[in-house]
C-alpha cells in the first residue's frame, strides 16, 4: 500500500505530508496519470505541479525527470519500472537540477496493492536535517510516530507522548511493552505495523487505546521507510483523533436501534418507501407477517411481489401516492404465497418520504366471519340439534323451542309459544323442577340437571334429562332461561332392559363351566355352581362365608394377599397365572386364574375365575416325558445336535457325539463363541430367518473352520418344556461329498482345458441339439464366442439340408449308443466328424459329444497321391512293353548279321546293336525304380 489512493487522497493531509519531505514524491495511479508531485520534486525539477495533475506519467518523464538524470542504465530501469508498474529497487544515480547542479541521489519506486505507483528520489541528508525533520513533524495537528524493526519509537509525537502521560524523549528508543503499558485494544494496530516490515506495503486501519482519563480512537496509515538496502527500516504511521466521530457514531447508531428497536417493537405493519414506490423499508411487524425483506424489495419490484395483479396493484398504488386519510383493507400476498388481509394509511414526512402503517385484519375477518359461521352454527344447532332446546321467559312461559323439542312432546312451534313450562311437566316432577328454576334466576346456581317426566300432548309420559341454565343481560342482569332436554325415554327402557340383563348375566355365571368366586375381606361371599363342583362342595352354603385361605396353599397364601392388596389400590385386574389351590375333600389341584376388583352389591369385592387344569398339567408331563424321549435319541445319533435360544444365544442342549467333536461341554455357553470362538454373534446366523418362516424348517450349508468340515444344516423354530422358543439345528457331515464335488468341480476344469486344447472343433450337446459345451475352435468356426453360443441349438448354425443330416446322424447316434463316423461337406470344405454317445447315471444317452476335423487338405493330399500312383504305374508298364519291343528286332537283327559276309559291316551292325541293347536295360532300370519308389509310397501310406 502506497501513504494515499489515487482519488481517495485525502486533499487537507496529502499535501501536508509529502510537501514537508526534503526527497522528491511523485504519485502515479492506476491509469498512469499523476496523482501528486511534492514541492520537493517541483524545485528540483523547475515544473509548474498544478499543470501536470492527472496528466500522462510517461510524458512526464520523458520530458522533465529522465533528461536531468545522468547514468543511461538508470534512465532505462527508471522507465521500465513505470511502464511495467513494477516496484524499483534503491538505485544511486545522478539527477541534473533546474539550477544546474548535479546531486547524487537515491531513486526507488513501489506499486502498492490499490495500483498506486510511488517515486522516491532521495538524497543523503546529514543529522541535523534529520532532526529539523523531526521538529517540523512534531507540530504536525497530525499525530506522526516512527518505529524502527524492534518496534521501538524513534519519533514520538509530542502531543501523543502527553496523552500517555509521558514525553517524547522518554518513549524514544522503547517498545509499548517496555514503557509499563497493556496491548489490549493497541494489539493489532503493532500486528499491522509488523505486516508492513513484513510485505513493505502501508496498511490503514482503526486502534483503540486508553489515554490519561479515558480512551481515544484513532484513524492511521502506517507506509514503509526503506533503508540504504531497500529494506524496509522503519514505519511512518500518520494518525488522526476521531474519539468525536466515533462517539458521535455510538450516539447515531444507539439512536437508530432505538428507534429501529421502538419500530420493531410496534405490534403493526410500518414500511418507509419513496414517492415512486421503488425503495422500502420494512419494520420487524411487516417482515413476520408477509415474510418479505428489504433484500426482496431491491430492483423496484416488491408491489408485483405483493400485488400480483396489475390493475389491483394499480389502484394500490394511487392510493398509497395520493395519501387519502384514513384506512383501506387490501389484500397482499405474502412471500409464501398466502394471502394477508390488512388495512392501511400512509404519513407524509417533511423530506417527501412516505411512511405506511398496516394492521393485519385476519383475526378480525375471522372473527367477522366466525361470528356469522357462529350464529349460523348456533341457528343450525339450535334447528337441527338432536336434543330439545327451549327458551323460557322469566314468567316460565315458553318463549321459542326448536324442532327436536316440538318433535318430542308432539306439538308445533306456534303451539308451545307461550306456554307455561308447567303444562308440559309431570305434576309430580313440577316442584322440584320449580325451585331449582328459581335459584338459577337468584343467582344461587350456575346451572342444574334434572331427570323429569314430561306429558306430550297426546299424553304419553315421556323421559327428559334437563340441563337449565341462564342467560344474562349486557347489564348482568337475567333475562331468560335455556332449557336443554334429551329424551331419555329410550335410556330408561334400557336400563330396565339392563336389569332383566342383568338377571340373565347372572344365569350366564351359574351356567358357566369356569368357576367364579367373589371375596370381600377375604371371606367368600359368592360362588357359581363350576365353583362348587371343582371345590368338592355339595352346596354353595358350604364354602359361602368361609375364608379364602381354607382353599389356598400355604405357600400361595402370601402372594395371593399382595396381589389383592395391589388390586384394591390400583383398580387393576391380575393377568392369568398358575397356582394350586385344595378342595375340602382334601384334593390339590392346579388351576389357570384371573382376578379383578368389582362392586358387588354396593361393596367393593374381588372376582376369582379359574379353571381347573390338572388334567391338562398331566397332558404336559407327558408330553414333556415324550420330549425327553426325543433327546435320548438325539443323544444316540451320530450327527450334530443342538439346541440354543435365539434371544440370548444361550446354548441349551448339546447332543454327546457334538460335545464330543468340540472337545468340551458348552451347554450354558454362548454358541457363536463356544462353536466359531467369536465375541459377537455369527453375522451367517439363521434365527431371524428361521423365527420369520416358523415352524418351517430351513436348509442351507455352512463350513464349520473350528471342526474342518462341511455340514449339510437344517433349522427350525421348536417350543421348549418352559414355553420358550428355540432354535433346533440337526447338521450332517457332508465333507466327504464336498471333496466329490471339489473333485467333480477339478475334473470339469481339466476337461474344460483339453477341450480347449483339443485343435478340431469340439461340442457337446443333448437330444434337442442344445448346445452345452463346446471349445474356442467350434466358436470361432461359427463365427462367434462360447457365451453367445452355448444354450443355442447346433442345427441353427446350418443350412436347413445340412442340418437335417447331421441331425438325422446325431438321431441315429443317440438312438445307437454307439459311436459313429461320418463325413460331409460345408461351403467347400470337407468335414470328418465323430460322434461319442455319453451315458448317464441310469446308463441312458443323454448327451453327446461331436468332434469334427477340416479334412479338405488331406483329402486333396491323397488325391495327388493317387493320380501319382496311377502314373508310376503307367510309367513301369511303357518301361517293360518297350523293352519287350526294342529287345526282339535286335534278337533279329544280331541273327541277321550272322549271315553277312562282309565283315566290316557285321562288325558295325554288332556295335550298334550293343549299343541299343545298352539303352534298352537303362529302360529297364528305370522300370526297377518306377516299381522302387511305388513300394515306399505304398509302405508309407500304410504306415
Known amino acids: 500500500m502506497t501513504p494515499f489512493s489515487g482519488a481517495s487522497v485525502e486533499p487537507a493531509l496529502a499535501p501536508h505530508i509529502l510537501d514537508l519531505l526534503d526527497e522528491g514524491v511523485l504519485l502515479v495511479g492506476p491509469e498512469n496519470r499523476i496523482v501528486w508531485i511534492n514541492r520537493a520534486l517541483q524545485h528540483c525539477l523547475g515544473v509548474d505541479r498544478d499543470a501536470l495533475f492527472g496528466g500522462d506519467a510517461g510524458e512526464f518523464l520523458n520530458r522533465f525527470l529522465l533528461p536531468r538524470v545522468v547514468e543511461e542504465e538508470c534512465r532505462r530501469a527508471i522507465s521500465a519500472s513505470l511502464r511495467d508498474r513494477a516496484d524499483l529497487p534503491a538505485l544511486a544515480c545522478t539527477l541534473r537540477t533546474a539550477d544546474g547542479e548535479e546531486r547524487r541521489i537515491r531513486c526507488s519506486g513501489r506499486v502498492g496493492e490499490d495500483g498506486m505507483h510511488l517515486v522516491r528520489l532521495q538524497d543523503f541528508r546529514p543529522d541535523g536535517e534529520q532532526e529539523m525533520l523531526e521538529t517540523i513533524l512534531s507540530y504536525l495537528p497530525e499525530t506522526v510516530n516512527i518505529l524502527d524493526r524492534d518496534l521501538r519509537y524513534v519519533h514520538v509525537d509530542r502531543g501523543f507522548a502527553r496523552k500517555l502521560g509521558r514525553e517524547p524523549h522518554e518513549m524514544v528508543g522503547k517498545t509499548w511493552e517496555e514503557l509499563g503499558f497493556t496491548t489490549e485494544g493497541a494489539g493489532p494496530y503493532f500486528e499491522k505495523v509488523r505486516e508492513v516490515f513484513a510485505t513493505g506495503k502501508q ?80 419494520n420487524r411487524a411487516l417482515r413476520e407477517t408477509l415474510g418479505w425483506t428489504e433484500e426482496d424489495a431491491r430492483g423496484g419490484g416488491l408491489m408485483a411481489l405483493c400485488y400480483p395483479d396489475a390493475g389491483y396493484r394499480e389502484m394500490v398504488g394511487r392510493f398509497m401516492r395520493s395519501l387519502e386519510p384514513g384506512w383501506r383493507d387490501f389484500v397482499l400476498r405474502a412471500k409464501d404465497g398466502s394471502f394477508v388481509e390488512s388495512s392501511w394509511a400512509n404519513i ?153 340383563s342383568e338377571e340373565r348375566y347372572r344365569s350366564l355365571v351359574e351356567l358357566m363351566p369356569d368357576a367364579v368366586v367373589v ?175 416358523k415352524p418351517e424348517p430351513y436348509r442351507w450349508e455352512f463350513y464349520n473352520p473350528v471342526l474342518d468340515i462341511h455340514l449339510d444344516i437344517v433349522d427350525r423354530i421348536i417350543r421348549w418344556p418352559d414355553g420358550r422358543d428355540v432354535r433346533l439345528e440337526v447338521a450332517i457331515d457332508i465333507t466327504e461329498r464336498k471333496r466329490a464335488e471339489l473333485a467333480l468341480q477339478e475334473s470339469e476344469e481339466q476337461f474344460r482345458a483339453l477341450l480347449d486344447a483339443t485343435p ?83 446308463g441312458q444317452v443323454r448327451r453327446l459329444a461331436v468332434i469334427s476335423a477340416d479334412v479338405t487338405e488331406r483329402k486333396q493330399v491323397e488325391r495327388i497321391r493317387r493320380e501319382a500312383y496311377d502314373r508310376i504305374e503307367q510309367n513301369i508298364e511303357q518301361f517293360a512293353i518297350l523293352a519287350d519291343h526294342v529287345r526282339q528286332p535286335l534278337q533279329v537283327i544280331l541273327g541277321m548279321t550272322e549271315l553277312l559276309e562282309e565283315g566290316t559291316a557285321t562288325e558295325r551292325i554288332r556295335e550298334q546293336v550293343e549299343r541299343i541293347n545298352a539303352i534298352v536295360k537303362q529302360l529297364d532300370r528305370g522300370w526297377i525304380e518306377s516299381r522302387k519308389i511305388r513300394e515306399f509310397l505304398r509302405r508309407h501310406e500304410a504306415a
Request: charged share 30%; glycine share 8%.
Open 519 to 693: 371375596h370381600q375381606d377375604g371371606i367368600i361371599v359368592y360362588v357359581n355352581p363350576a365353583c362348587v363342583r371343582i371345590a368338592g362342595a355339595g352346596s354353595p352354603e358350604e364354602i359361602v362365608g368361609k375364608p379364602l385361605d381354607l382353599f389356598v396353599s400355604p405357600e400361595y397364601r402370601e402372594a395371593i394377599a399382595g396381589q389383592i392388596r395391589r388390586m384394591q389400590q390400583e383398580g387393576t385386574a391380575t393377568p392369568l397365572a398358575e397356582q394350586e389351590l385344595r378342595t375340602l375333600d382334601g384334593r390339590t389341584i392346579r388351576v389357570d386364574i384371573t382376578a379383578t376388583p368389582i362392586l358387588y352389591r354396593g361393596r367393593p369385592s374381588i372376582m376369582a375365575v379359574f379353571r381347573d387344569i390338572t388334567e391338562r398339567k398331566q397332558a404336559e408331563e407327558t408330553l414333556q416325558f415324550e420330549r425327553d424321549q426325543l433327546l435320548s435319541i438325539f443323544d444316540g445319533l451320530e450327527q450334530i445336535v443342538y439346541v440354543t435360544d435365539p434371544a440370548t444365544n444361550e446354548i441349551l442342549y448339546a447332543n454327546p457325539y457334538f460335545t464330543r467333536a468340540l472337545g468340551k461341554d458348552v451347554i450354558g455357553g454362548l454358541c457363536y463363541r463356544e462353536f466359531q470362538g467369536r465375541e459377537t454373534p455369527c453375522p451367517f446366523c439363521t434365527n431371524d430367518v428361521i423365527l420369520a418362516r
Open 760 to 842: 478340431d472343433a469340439t461340442v457337446l450337446i443333448d437330444r434337442e441339439g442344445i448346445i452345452l459345451a463346446l471349445n474356442e475352435a467350434m466358436a470361432s468356426r461359427s463365427g462367434g464366442s462360447i457365451e453367445d453360443l452355448r444354450g443355442t441349438c447346433v442345427y441353427d448354425l446350418f443350412p436347413p439340408d445340412l442340418a437335417a443330416s447331421r441331425k438325422k446322424w446325431a438321431d441315429e447316434a443317440f438312438s445307437s449308443a454307439k459311436p459313429i463316423r461320418m463325413t460331409d461337406e460345408y461351403e467347400g470344405r470337407i468335414f470328418d466328424h465323430i460322434l461319442f454317445p455319453i451315458q448317464g447315471a441310469n
Open 203 to 282: 496498511v490503514r486501519g482503526e486502534v483503540r487505546h486508553a489515554v490519561i482519563k479515558d480512551v481515544e480512537y484513532s484513524e492511521y496509515i502506517s507506509v514503509p521507510i526503506p533503508g540504504p538496502s531497500g529494506r524496509v527500516e522503519r514505519v511512518l504511521t500518520v494518525s488522526r483523533d476521531i474519539t468525536g466521530r466515533k462517539r458521535a457514531e455510538r450516539t447515531m447508531a444507539h439512536e437508530r436501534e432505538l428507534l429501529q428497536a421502538i419500530i420493531d417493537a410496534i405490534p403493526v405493519m410500518i414500511t418507509i418507501y419513496d414517492p415512486n414506490l421503488k425503495t422500502f423499508r420494512f
Open 348 to 500: 407524509r414526512l417533511s423530506d417527501d418520504t412516505r411512511v405506511g402503517i398496516g394492521i393485519d385484519i385476519r383475526e378480525r375477518k375471522a372473527a367477522e366471519r366466525a361470528l356469522r359461521e357462529s350464529e349460523e352454527w348456533f341457528r343450525g344447532i339450535y334447528e337441527r340439534a338432536g336434543i330439545g332446546i327451549a327458551l323460557v321467559g322469566l314468567d316460565g312461559c315458553i318463549i321459542d323451542s326448536n324442532p327436536a323439542f316440538q318433535e318430542m312432546l308432539g306439538y308445533e312451534r306456534d303451539d308451545l309459544r307461550g306456554m307455561h313450562f308447567a303444562d308440559t311437566t309431570h305434576p309430580d316432577d313440577l316442584a322440584e323442577d320449580t325451585a331449582l328454576a328459581a335459584s338459577l334466576v337468584a343467582g344461587e346456581i350456575e346451572s342444574y340437571r334434572l331427570e323429569k317426566r314430561y306429558v306430550g300432548r297426546d299424553g304419553r309420559i315421556l323421559w327428559g334429562m334437563l340441563t337449565g341454565s341462564l342467560v344474562r343481560n349486557a347489564e348482568g342482569g337475567p333475562e331468560f332461561l335455556i332449557g336443554m332436554i334429551e329424551n331419555i325415554t329410550d335410556r330408561k327402557r334400557a336400563e330396565d332392559a339392563l336389569r332383566e
